[in-house]
């Protein structure tokens, strides 16, 4: 806290700006220009390398930082100028860097009754602190005892670099697992609290060089304090107004107005800007600025997104060329003992001082001493600004360089280490994994159901809307629907996408797109609004070519956990009744998610469905059968239907279909077709066991009715589903997933759509009813072993 900033005494009067910089660089020096061009080029290529191990960027950063700026030739060439100038950069590319970290951070947190990530963070901290302050003072880091040294050691030891931290879990693709929000949470909470206590602390313990009268501190003391508090105060309760003002005046899908853009600049250099006028460290104001203002909104997001752009892009390299630079390794002594010992209780404190807490801490919780020691070891990683305080404390003579260099070292061990424990969470996870992991046969019924509801257009949304109503179950959980507009990416429209702040989103502003969106969206909240309770509605947008937009379906679903997607049928019915040929596009888009969808589908075939009427206000006058022969996606359909079977407007009908054993019967089975035994004795049991649970739980108390028909062949099969006609407004049916199935054999040799399944085709097919809609489900498949766990995996 007392190391917090760069002097700029020793700056010349007009310090050469950031565009003169290069050009400074390459006039003066080639050395200077080698330097910077091998920074920027080999921490990239060190990168690339280090991918698979899954090395977060900061990690190479330093090595190559280190090794650049300490080559003899390249040192050589730098004068006082360059010097100057680069210290100026690295200062205000931390002042960029502190103020986007403080606008990710939620302040108002501390005032809330602390949760479990503040309680383990709060112990790792303590714990660190406490080892901190009372083991370094007695190893001599400083030149001179220094208590304002080692209260910011301590502090900045016991902080964590939440935004390393989150990129590593997020990479790592743990983000969403119980285990991966607590470290998120626990990290950021610490590195906040952290942060707080340094900007706080810089009031009373300011850099020593300043003033040395107490009279005169303590009067810089109290002016830093009130312009500190005043700024605070306008960038809590005044900037919302303003920023509110802006964000409605520049609605999403529109350019934003020039005047606005630069007013929200201007006032946001402004807010950080107030307190450093009266001596306050223009760092930890842009924190402080940044910690208050609003963090939502499209000014907000357009800042964030430009300055990590920018960060990345181009402060990093410069920022660890410098870090290279101050951190002179020519001026260790490797031969000295003493600086071993420095050195293994500074990494022991750092590594282990939080683990001892969150141990402590876990066992009181309630977590296994294994998590709890992985959390622990989790939460030490460091980042950008904790190396830029190790460089500030050789800067500022408080410390020896080779001091600055341990502690640079430091903070790379507390990052490396910390892929390999993620990498051994993700190992014991899939070990504890499931065998399917998005089926609804096994979703528990405490948790809501995540359903990706797709539509073509407008035409859709009647039967979209009915299908949320009888699959909506108990209002408690409920469901939650993602209705999925799937919009063919073509030249007309990819010539109206407006780029949006962010690196990766597009606004759609095509006329005919957004209409049909619109009508869709109020038609869908009508419904929502008279009989959407236990319904949580979203909207979303698959935009692509069809070569593409299966692909992004199906990380759309992997993305927002989704358990069911459903897709509309290729074909329309027509007025007449009967479909059309279809759409090819849609077809092919319907088969790519069939084989690569990570959790269950279901293909919707509309002839009718969105015509019922009163679903919700008439007892049991929908009729729905479900059709039990056997296999995974029949158990899958029959699941479903135990959705459906707990609406009360709905007349549901299980009709299972049994081989016929009679001894009469076996003359009229198919000929030459050869049984698996083995494999079908297994999978009867499981046919039996689920509909046992089935019977039991919604048959034999009367809520559904239960037929039998006893077949001997497919030909019985067609000529039972051909009964049907007519009697149910929708049938639900598994895609195939059946183990030599006698009573289906034959059948996929003059399918139309084998996408659908033997039953779906027969059902969907041009000779049966034209009011019978059709609900065809595949159930969740996996390739061999699981290769991975669930992005919302529990070892906890």
Known sequence: MQR??????????????????????????????????????????????????????????ILIGLLIGNIPWIRDSFDEKFITTLNFVA?????????????????YVIFRPPTQPAIIAYAGMISTFILASS????????????????????????????????????????????????????????????????????????????????????????????????????AAKVSPIFMNWVNNENPEGKPMKGSHLVLSIAFMVMVCAASPIYGYNPILSAFMAGIFLPCEGRVSKWAVGKINYLLTTIFYPLFFFWMGYHANLHKIDFYNIEGYERFGVLTGIALFGKLVGTVICGAILGYHWRESAELGLLLTAKGHFHVFLAILAST??????????????????????????????????????????????????????????????????????????????????????????MVELTEEIAATLVQNDGMDTVTVTDKQVTDMR??????????????????????????STFNGMAQDICILAEDLMISL????????????????????GFRYVNRKILRNAPCSVGILVDRGL?????????????????????????REALAYAGRVARHPGVKLTVIRFLLDDNLENISRRTGGFRINQAEQEAEMKLDDECFAHFYERYVAGGHVLYMEKHLANSAETYSTLRSFEGQYALIIVGRGGRVNS???????????????????????????????????????????????????????
């Not at 200062?91 to 986007?100: A, L």
């Not at 009508?526 to 236990?534: F, L, Q, R, S, T």
């Not at 041009?766 to 072993?785: A, N, P």
């Open 565 to 584: 997607i459903i897709l509309p049928f290729h074909k329309n019915q027509r007025s007449d009744g009967t479909l059309d040929g279809g759409h090819p």
């Open 135 to 234: 083991i370094t003072p007695f190893m001599q880091y400083t030149k001179q005892p220094d208590i304002g040294f080692t209260l910011s050691l301590s502090i900045t030891l016991s902080g964590s670099g939440s935004h390393i931290l989150t990129r590593i879990i997020t990479n790592l693709k743990i983000g969403k697992s119980d285990i991966g929000k607590l470290v998120i949470a626990a990290g950021v909470h610490s590195d906040m609290i952290t942060m707080l206590l340094v900007c706080v602390g810089f009031l009373f313990i300011p850099p020593s060089s300043r003033v040395h009268d107490p009279s005169a501190r303590l009067t810089k003391a109290i002016t830093m304090t009130a312009a500190l508090i005043l700024q605070t105060i306008f």
């Open 91 to 107: 200062e205000f590319g931390m002042i960029c860097y502190m103020f986007v970290l403080g606008m990710e951070m939620d302040p």
């Open 396 to 485: 500022y003579g408080v410390t020896e360089t080779e001091i600055s260099c341990m502690m640079v070292v430091v903070i790379f061990f507390t990052v490396v280490h910390t892929p390999s424990i993620v990498m051994e969470i993700i190992q014991r996870a899939r070990k504890l994994a499931p065998t399917h992991r998005r089926a609804l046969q096994w979703l528990d019924p405490a948790n809501e159901l995540r359903i990706l509801l797709c539509i073509h257009g407008h035409h859709n949304v009647a039967s979209s809307v009915n299908f949320m109503e009888i699959s909506k179950g108990a209002s408690d959980p409920g469901i939650l629907v993602y209705v999925t507009d």
């Open 4 to 61: 917090a900033g760069m002097s700029h005494k020793s700056a010349p009067s007009q310090d050469p700006s950031c565009q003169n910089f290069i050009t400074y660089t390459v006039r003066n020096g080639p050395g200077k220009v080698v330097g910077l061009v091998c920074t920027f080029i080999l921490s990239h290529l060190l990168h690339h390398l280090l991918r698979p191990l899954s090395q977060p960027r900061i990690a190479s950063d």
């Open 742 to 796: 006698i009573l289906t054999v034959g059948m996929n040799d003059w399918q139309q759509c084998p996408e659908l399944g033997p039953i779906g085709d027969v059902l969907s097919g041009s000779g049966f009813s034209q009011k019978t809609s059709v609900l065809i489900i595949q159930q969740h498949h996996l390739k061999g072993d699981l290769e991975g766990v669930d992005d919302d995996f529990s070892i906890m």
């Open 518 to 543: 619109d009508q869709i969206t109020r038609s869908i909240q009508v419904y929502a609004n008279e009989n959407g309770d236990g319904i949580t509605l979203r909207r979303m947008l698959a935009l």
């Open 610 to 634: 969105g015509l019922a009427e009163k679903i919700s206000t008439t007892p049991r006058s929908f009729n729905v059968a479900v059709i039990f022969i056997g296999g995974k996606d029949d």
